[in-house]
């Protein structure tokens, strides 16, 4: 660590041993608080929906018959809407059914099925986090957004949310991908809004999960003198350089029964399915999936895709269009402080002694990480992005005994989380 990181992890030590004093006194100074942006997790931005003429809900193969969707006219909340679907359990099939995405072959790019438009609620603010479940809001930065707003922050003002369609994903320079660009261009708007409304101060990306994937592409892809201009530091908790071992368990849901996402053949249909399965830079030649006949290790997902049911074209879009985009991932060159947890029980390995990859695993493997996020992938942040030559300031947190969602929610992380936050506001780097 040089002498220009070595002094804000100093300063961030004294604000800890200190905290409600250290807050205080900057909350007295929220003038000088540098703007934030958040970018949430998986599945915490909510979606709007809206029908055509082009959607046949009569057609054999449509869960929406039977007059499901009667009196859906104009924009309907799509996702989250748990509130709708405990009322009518009827609409989960069709819910499920109208979050799928298909792959154009002729436009190479992913789309709604036809008849369905969807857009995303209230970008720009934190208003789209979450859900009608409060259950749901604190692993949607919901108290993250309180503790800001405790030390100064203040949403509309200085404080700002860029959800986003969670159904797709960065592909390489040169594919096809409209509407995950339109979001890039729309986050760059409001980074640049953002510091306008701040005096021309840059601003701090605060991001969660697939949050973070979605932010490395978006500096990676700004150029050099833009992201040096408008953005001053990066927080990026709950993600690692190389994905997560977890995310090989395509035969099981981990979304509840009363879940659209539940339903796999929605989920396999999102572009960005695999956007966080394991890095071969990361995890290399170790098993990660064990059977009797083989074992499978991050270079063989491909193989382990078709094993599991994808199709050849599925496969040959993960080659293509994720697998560049996972290896590439790297120093967005501004500063940047990771956030995870550790100490809590993650999939290593997966075993399917018969090759059954439909249900459960006959047994899990379990190593460190965040229940999510392997260690193995926090560690590699350390090479692939404080190592490189072109980030100037990194610093790597891990937090004991806190989940993926705790780095979030819990008190005890929650404090520091924000106290990196603060800690970038005053850093000179």
């Keep these: 660590m040089d002498g220009q990181a070595a002094k804000p992890l100093l300063l961030l030590l004294v604000a800890w041993a200190s905290w409600p004093i250290f807050v205080g006194s900057l909350a007295l100074e929220a003038d000088r608080l540098h703007p934030v942006v958040l970018l949430p997790g998986y599945g915490c931005s909510q979606l709007d929906a809206r ?3 082009e959607f046949d809900p009569a057609s054999a193969a449509s869960s929406c018959g039977g007059g499901v969707l009667e009196g859906k006219k104009g924009w309907f909340r799509l996702w989250n809407n748990r509130t709708a679907l405990q009322e009518d359990p009827a609409l989960l099939p069709c819910y499920a059914e109208l979050l799928r995405l298909v792959y154009d072959p002729a436009g190479g790019d992913y789309r709604n099925v036809p008849g369905v438009e969807t857009r995303v609620v209230a970008f720009g603010t934190t208003r789209g986090f979450g859900s009608d479940d409060p259950a749901s809001k604190n ?8 503790a800001l707003e405790a030390v100064g922050y203040t949403e509309g003002e200085n404080l700002f949310g860029a959800p986003y369609d969670f159904r797709y994903a960065p592909a390489p320079p040169g594919q096809a991908n409209r509407e995950f660009s339109c979001f890039l261009s729309r986050l760059t708007a409001l980074v640049e809004h953002a510091s306008e409304r701040n005096g021309g101060m840059p601003v701090i ?3 969660h999960s697939l949050g973070g994937i979605n932010a490395d592409a978006f500096l990676r892809g700004s150029p050099l003198s833009w992201r040096r201009r408008f953005v001053k530091h990066f927080v990026m908790a ?3 350089a190389g994905g997560g071992v977890f995310l090989l368990r395509f035969g099981s849901s981990t979304s509840p029964p009363t879940d659209p996402l539940s339903f796999a053949n929605t989920t396999r249909s999102f572009a960005s399915a695999f956007s966080a399965l394991p890095s071969p830079r990361v995890f290399g030649d170790a098993p990660l999936v064990v059977t009797r006949a083989r074992n ?5 997902i491909p193989e382990y895709l078709r094993a599991v049911g994808f199709s050849g074209d599925e496969v040959a879009r993960y080659v293509t269009r994720v697998l560049p985009v996972t290896l590439g991932f790297g120093a967005p060159a501004v ?4 956030v995870n947890g550790v100490g809590t029980p993650t999939p290593e390995t997966l075993v399917y002694w018969d090759g059954d990859f439909g249900g459960q695993p006959d047994e899990v493997v379990y190593g460190d990480g965040d229940g999510g996020v392997n260690v193995a992938s926090m560690l590699a942040l350390n090479v692939l992005i404080g190592a490189d030559p ?8 891990l937090f004991r005994n806190t989940s993926h969602v705790g780095v979030i929610s819990d008190d005890f992380a929650l404090e520091r989380l924000v106290s990196e936050v603060l800690e970038a506001n005053r850093a000179i780097v």
């Excluded at 692993?139 to 309180?146: D, N």
């Excluded at 072109?390 to 947190?397: A, E, G, I, L």
Aim: proline letters at 3%; a positive charge; hydrophobic letters at 30%.
């Design 51 to 53: 029908l055509t003429g």
């Design 238 to 240: 709950s993600t690692g």
């Design 205 to 207: 990306l605060v991001t």
């Design 139 to 146: 692993g949607c930065m919901g108290k993250l957004v309180q």
């Design 296 to 300: 499978y290790s991050a270079h063989d």
């Design 390 to 397: 072109v980030q100037d300031y990194f610093k790597s947190r």
């Design 335 to 338: 500063p940047m402080t990771c």
